[in-house]
């Protein structure tokens, strides 16, 4: 079983940053393949940004670019720099683990607005 926390969410201005970070407890988090996706209101969940055991990584093109991806196995921890934000990447942001089975946190509200 794993827990999965994210923080870091909040208000910002166009063309301001953020960092995200999903805390993960209860496995061996290095094993698992860890990503990041988003859910605006009335859309469909996308996937943003997936990084695997090894450390390859991945992105949604509307966030090459501005958004990095990158894992601390010692903290069981992942994170998404999210830098030049845009209006369109406010959403309902949601950490994903998978090994075997998939588990998911709770979402944190991201909102871009001057």
């Known amino acids: 079983q794993v827990q999965l926390v994210e923080s870091g969410g909040g208000l910002v201005q166009p063309g301001g940053s953020l960092r995200l970070s999903c805390a993960a407890s209860g496995s061996i988090f290095s094993m698992y393949t860890m990503r990041w996706y988003r859910q605006a209101p009335g859309k469909q969940r996308e996937l943003v940004a997936a990084?695997?055991?090894?450390?390859?990584?991945n992105y949604a093109d509307s966030v090459k670019g501005r958004f990095t991806i990158s894992r601390d196995n010692a903290k069981n921890t992942v994170y998404l720099q999210m830098n030049s934000l845009k209006f369109e990447d406010t959403a309902v942001y949601y950490c994903?683990?998978?090994?075997?089975?998939?588990?998911w946190g709770q979402g944190t509200q991201v909102t871009v607005s001057s």
């Open positions: 994903y683990a998978q090994r075997y089975t998939a588990y």
């Open positions: 990084i695997s055991s090894s450390g390859t990584t």
